[in-house]
């Protein structure tokens, strides 16, 4: 398995501009979510989707669209780059019945905006 | 809402020191507790995690223990390397939530 996957690994806009950050995941997990980390603040989460067909928004998710067509992938959107956007994203699943809701993390995408 | 706090770093150390790195939460209920580490360039990688009060964690020398009475989750090793250097994140989820909620992290640096 290749546990969870990010692209691309680092990525540098223009404010304004639009993108998509990719995370797949081959353990069949139903849940899915969208971190972001900003220096002395810890992770924050994003979106999450408890399954295909099913988002819901996390603690800061202003500026960020997320769809789940399938259970593998879960896109994250920047449909319009602000500086504020600036941080290093981690994509992470786990599955029900995980005790404890373990998670499993991506290796991350390092977003910078101009 | 829920809320974790936890030691600001960095802390630095000499191999074969005894680490501590507190931790402290905020929760409704009887939330699961975990400590990540995330070593330079990579990705959280799940370290140990307790599940109910007084369970003990443990992994690569590394433990914890689910404090309820003192809603604590501090990490402790006998004696630090080199290659424990790396950021240190305890977290919570609880209240039938599956995402985590992070302190800020602990940055250890482990001198030779």
């Known amino acids: 398995n290749a546990g969870v996957t990010q692209t691309p690994k680092f990525q540098v806009l223009k404010t304004g501009q639009s993108m998509t950050l990719q995370c797949a995941q081959d353990?069949?997990?139903?849940?899915m979510s969208w971190y972001r980390q900003d220096p002395g603040m810890g992770l924050r989460l994003i979106h999450y989707?408890?399954?295909?067909?099913?988002?819901d928004q996390g603690e800061v998710p202003n500026g960020y669209n997320v769809s789940r067509s399938t259970t593998e992938d879960f896109p994250l959107r920047l449909l319009s780059a602000a500086p504020s956007q600036t941080s290093v994203y981690f994509c992470?699943?786990?599955?029900?019945?995980?005790?404890?809701?373990?998670?499993?993390f991506g290796p991350g995408t390092r977003l910078t905006v101009l | 809402g829920d809320s974790v706090t936890q030691m600001e770093g960095p802390v630095t150390l000499s191999e074969e020191a005894f680490l501590t790195i507190n931790c402290t939460y905020t929760?409704?209920?009887?939330?699961?507790l975990f400590w990540y580490v995330q070593y330079p360039g990579e990705g959280l990688q799940l370290l140990l995690k307790?599940?109910?009060?007084?369970d003990k964690g443990s992994n690569k020398g590394f433990e914890a223990t689910y404090r309820k009475e003192t809603t604590s989750f501090h990490l402790e090793k006998g004696s630090v390397q080199v290659s424990d250097s790396a950021v240190y994140f305890c977290?919570?989820?609880?209240?039938?939530?599956?995402?985590?909620?992070f302190g800020s992290g602990t940055r250890l640096q482990v001198q030779p």
């Open positions: 989707s408890v399954g295909a067909g099913i988002t």
């Open positions: 977290a919570l989820s609880g209240g039938g939530r599956r995402a985590l909620t």
């Open positions: 353990m069949n997990h139903e849940y």
């Open positions: 307790a599940t109910k009060a007084d």
């Open positions: 992470a699943s786990n599955a029900p019945g995980q005790g404890g809701n373990t998670q499993y």
């Open positions: 929760a409704t209920g009887y939330p699961s």
